[in-house]
């Protein structure tokens, strides 16, 4: 089990950025697939980013394509999400996930349950 634990939310002004941090505990992320989901008030949870620890293979909802970049650091143990040219409607709660590689063979990576540990969340606030 890994024990994940996000950091780098706050309040920023629509087009500027932020950069989200989740380290992992408890067991290594190489030969998992880290994944960032977010919730907005109101609404399901979603997909955002996601990324095959060992070999770097990135996946991104269409949504944030372009702006959203994932990357990590092997010697922290540590899975980014760089975000810019925020939005209003990028206003959430982010989350960190961890789960196991198959579900890149299966294409099923932007879905919740194919992630088995998660963080608890750090909130993104977009103002207009």
């Known amino acids: 089990q890994v024990q994940l634990v996000e950091s780098g939310g706050g309040l920023v002004q629509a087009g500027g950025s932020l950069r989200l941090s989740c380290t992992a505990s408890?067991?290594?992320?190489?030969?998992?697939?880290m994944g960032w989901f977010r919730q907005a008030p109101g609404k399901e949870r979603e997909f955002v980013a996601a990324?095959?620890?060992?070999?770097?293979?990135?996946y991104y909802a269409d949504s944030v394509k372009g702006r959203f970049t994932i990357s990590r650091d092997n010697s922290k143990n540590t899975v980014y999400l760089q975000m810019n040219s925020l939005k209003p409607e990028d206003t959430a709660v982010y989350y960190c996930?961890?789960?196991?590689?198959?579900?890149?063979?299966?294409?099923?990576?932007?879905?919740?349950?194919?992630?088995?540990?998660w963080g608890q969340g750090t909130p993104v606030t977009v103002s207009s």
């Open positions: 990324m095959r620890w060992s070999s770097g293979s990135t």
């Open positions: 408890g067991s290594t992320a190489i030969g998992r697939v």
């Open positions: 996930a961890a789960g196991s590689v198959g579900m890149t063979y299966r294409g099923t990576y932007h879905l919740q349950n194919e992630y088995r540990d």
